[in-house]
């Protein structure tokens, strides 16, 4: 019996569309993702648990008063501060603005490419070039959903990091609380309530509830850095020869 010839294979039209349609999404969003990590020179993620480092996107708004080479200097320092704390930089985002923005220093579109830059990069924190103000770093945190930091808290957090004495970590201790407590946000609204059952006078708003132990921390930590020094100086004077 004469063999049939080999019937060609059937293809359902509607798996054909699906997997071309999956095909295609998936090479759109890896062309989109490939755009948005060379327009930011950010790294690709990667699936190794070897670096546990933090990911940095490095922030950095620049002024009509800064000079360019200036800003850019800054920003190169500012990468080497991340590393020496730990972070590794994944990406920078830079902005020419004539001033920042009261809510989040960037304008909203830069805000949302900062958005795009994190989730490409799988990064969970952000360091600004610039200073912020407490309601900057809050309104950040809310929209990025990451940590967000600036210069000075990045600094204190290397000496964190470098402070091996007793008195070196009590001095950083006391600085980081201080830098805290000058950004603590006080809202006019908030800033007394009536006194309830048992008080006596105003009660106190919730940010005076962090802002007090902080400041009862900071008073024990001088006190601590004084005996330290008082000790220093005695021990000094039983060393002199008579």
Not at 4 to 33: F, I, M, V, W
Not at 84 to 110: H, L
């Amino acid at each position: 019996m004469a063999e049939l010839p080999d019937q060609p294979e059937k293809h359902d039209a509607k798996s054909l569309c699906g997997s071309n349609g999956r095909a295609r999404t998936s090479l759109a969003e890896g062309n989109a993702a490939t755009r948005t990590q060379k327009k930011y020179g950010m790294k690709k993620t990667t699936d190794t648990a070897a670096d546990s480092r933090e990911r940095a996107i490095l922030v950095q708004v620049i002024t009509p008063r800064q000079d360019p080479l200036e800003a850019e200097d800054s920003l190169q320092e500012l990468a080497r501060l991340a590393d020496t704390a730990g972070a590794e930089v994944v990406g920078s985002i830079t902005q020419r603005r004539q001033r920042p923005t009261a809510p989040f220093y960037v304008g909203a579109g830069k805000l949302a490419d900062i958005q795009l830059a994190c989730r490409e990069a799988g990064a969970n924190l952000v360091i600004f070039d610039n200073p912020l103000t407490p309601v900057q770093v809050n309104n950040l945190d809310m929209a990025l959903g990451i940590k967000v930091i600036d210069r000075v808290e990045l600094i204190l957090q290397i000496f964190a990091r470098r402070a091996r004495s007793a008195e070196a970590q009590i001095q950083v201790e006391l600085a980081q609380l201080e830098y805290l407590v000058s950004r603590i946000p006080v809202s006019v609204k908030q800033a007394r309530f009536r006194g309830g059952i048992g008080m006596k006078g105003p009660g106190e708003s919730p940010f005076q509830l962090r802002r007090d132990p902080m400041r009862r921390r900071i008073a024990d930590l001088r006190m601590k850095l004084d005996a330290i020094g008082k000790r220093r100086q005695m021990a000094r004077s039983k060393r002199r020869w008579p």
